[in-house]
């Protein structure tokens, strides 16, 4: 074998090495960022409705179009629905806007009741009970909640008239 033959072999190989390692670490950087970003998200969660709606606003822009993020996005939604219909003692107009708006974001989660039944089940008991006049939460009308059973598919479920 030609001795200039094995030093570009060495020499390209040295060169795919540093690249590869330079690739590794931009993408090791730009997960880690993201997770921070994600983290920084779910704290808003913690707060008022004023933190409400920034978290709720993040998680429509930056985490509803990244699949991958979805097994942290619907439990963090299907929660704070279930709390929202049926804990907080808040009946500020806020909360309700930040409920519609979330309710409306978990019905864009593609494929919500196989991927994840438990959770939409979860969503589907909790309008339920509020539609059987269970107190606390925010109040919505009995026509939003209905529409809302609806637009879930949660009608033959709970075996409720929508």
Known sequence: MDRELVTVLVAGGGWFVAV???????????????????????????????KRSIGVALLEALWLPKKRHHHILVPVLSNQIVYMLLVT???????????????????EIPNLRDKFHERWADVGDAIYRKLQGEQGGVELSEATLKRWQSILGYAEEFEVDV
């Not at 590869?20 to 960022?33: N, Q």
């Open 20 to 50: 590869l390692t330079v690739a590794i670490g931009y993408w090791e950087r730009k997960s880690a960022r993201e997770e921070e970003r994600l983290s920084t998200t779910l704290a808003y969660f913690e707060g008022g409705s004023q």
């Open 89 to 107: 003692e808040s009946k500020e107009a806020h909360q309700e806007r930040n409920l519609i708006w979330m309710l409306s974001i978990f019905s």
